[in-house]
């Protein structure tokens, strides 16, 4: 069993410590858990920390794999602890980010879109009541776009996740699918199947009916609770596994040393 997708204190807005979320996979029986917290927002600024609450300062970066590296080493042959991150998408941030994630010991970098020119979309504070939604969600699948072209990421996050904060649905034409699925699927990235969604909207990111188009195209797919409390690792596990089973889909990707690797889903024990 394996949850690639994890947060917890550094970042400022997720609870418990590195320690506690391995704990929490153990207790579950997870084989292979990856931390990957919110990588440093590296604007043009370079302020340290431009976002408080939100992801962790870049003063804290070499300190943040440090303690993952040395967690990996003491649970070896317990839990394969996977070191990892999960980083924006910045258009015109491409090369400061590119050295930052160029670190030998990083397995897995997940990428996700988070502002939509300058505005975080998640943040429903953020939203006014005539926002135009629609226009805001396909210059997102836009950034999404990008940032599997990009080159930075080994796995897309929760790409269809600002419905679950916009003001009311979201829609794209078609289109906008199509193109979002080639991009994917050219880019050679891993999708997730991300389970936080399951705690917002009652169905995963990306819903079901993606999953089943990005399968379709050849996109690799993998698994990630999004987990920000230690009780959410692996969440909803059982859930996705028979969705999985249902639709024909019979193996997952695990990256380890930015390299991917499809395992079986039948390695993967359905329940917990």
């Given at each position: 069993?394996?949850?690639?997708?994890?947060?917890?204190?550094?970042?400022?807005?997720?609870?418990g410590s590195m320690a506690?979320?391995?704990?929490?996979?153990?207790?579950?029986?997870?084989?292979?858990l990856a931390v990957t917290d919110h990588a440093p927002l590296l604007l043009a600024s370079g302020v340290d920390d431009p976002a408080p609450g939100m992801h962790m300062p870049k003063s804290a970066w070499s300190g943040y794999l440090d303690e993952a590296v040395a967690l990996r080493d003491r649970l070896a042959g317990r839990l394969e602890l996977l070191?990892?991150?999960?980083?924006?998408?910045?258009?015109?941030?491409?090369?400061?980010?590119?050295?930052?994630?160029?670190?030998?010991?990083?397995?897995?970098?997940?990428?996700?879109?988070?502002?939509?020119?300058?505005?975080?979309?998640?943040?429903?504070?953020?939203?006014?009541?005539?926002?135009?939604?629609?226009?805001?969600?396909?210059?997102?699948?836009?950034?999404?776009?990008?940032a599997a072209a990009s080159g930075l990421f080994d796995v897309m996050a929760h790409i269809d996740a600002m419905k679950a904060r916009a003001p009311r649905p979201p829609s794209a034409p078609e289109r906008e699918w199509d193109a979002t699925v080639a991009a994917l699927r050219a880019a050679d990235v891993a999708v997730e199947i991300n389970t936080s969604g399951y705690r917002k909207v009652d169905e995963p990111f990306p819903a079901w009916g993606l999953i089943e188009r990005l399968h379709a195209a050849g996109v690799p797919l993998t698994f990630g609770s999004d987990a920000h409390r230690p009780d959410e690792v692996h969440h909803a596990w059982a859930t996705v596994h028979a969705g999985l089973t249902q639709r024909g889909i019979d193996a997952l990707a695990v990256v380890r040393g930015r390299r991917r690797e499809m395992v079986p889903l039948e390695a993967f024990a359905p329940a917990v």
């Amino acid at each position: 069993m394996i949850d690639l997708h994890t947060h917890h204190e550094r970042c400022g807005h997720a609870a418990g410590s590195m320690a506690m979320y391995a704990d929490a996979a153990l207790r579950r029986g997870l084989r292979t858990l990856a931390v990957t917290d919110h990588a440093p927002l590296l604007l043009a600024s370079g302020v340290d920390d431009p976002a408080p609450g939100m992801h962790m300062p870049k003063s804290a970066w070499s300190g943040y794999l440090d303690e993952a590296v040395a967690l990996r080493d003491r649970l070896a042959g317990r839990l394969e602890l996977l070191v990892g991150v999960e980083a924006d998408y910045i258009p015109g941030r491409e090369a400061a980010y590119r050295a930052l994630l160029d670190d030998q010991r990083l397995d897995v970098v997940l990428g996700s879109v988070h502002y939509v020119d300058g505005f975080h979309v998640y943040d429903r504070t953020r939203w006014s009541s005539n926002a135009d939604v629609d226009g805001v969600y396909a210059r997102y699948l836009e950034l999404v776009r990008a940032a599997a072209a990009s080159g930075l990421f080994d796995v897309m996050a929760h790409i269809d996740a600002m419905k679950a904060r916009a003001p009311r649905p979201p829609s794209a034409p078609e289109r906008e699918w199509d193109a979002t699925v080639a991009a994917l699927r050219a880019a050679d990235v891993a999708v997730e199947i991300n389970t936080s969604g399951y705690r917002k909207v009652d169905e995963p990111f990306p819903a079901w009916g993606l999953i089943e188009r990005l399968h379709a195209a050849g996109v690799p797919l993998t698994f990630g609770s999004d987990a920000h409390r230690p009780d959410e690792v692996h969440h909803a596990w059982a859930t996705v596994h028979a969705g999985l089973t249902q639709r024909g889909i019979d193996a997952l990707a695990v990256v380890r040393g930015r390299r991917r690797e499809m395992v079986p889903l039948e390695a993967f024990a359905p329940a917990v």
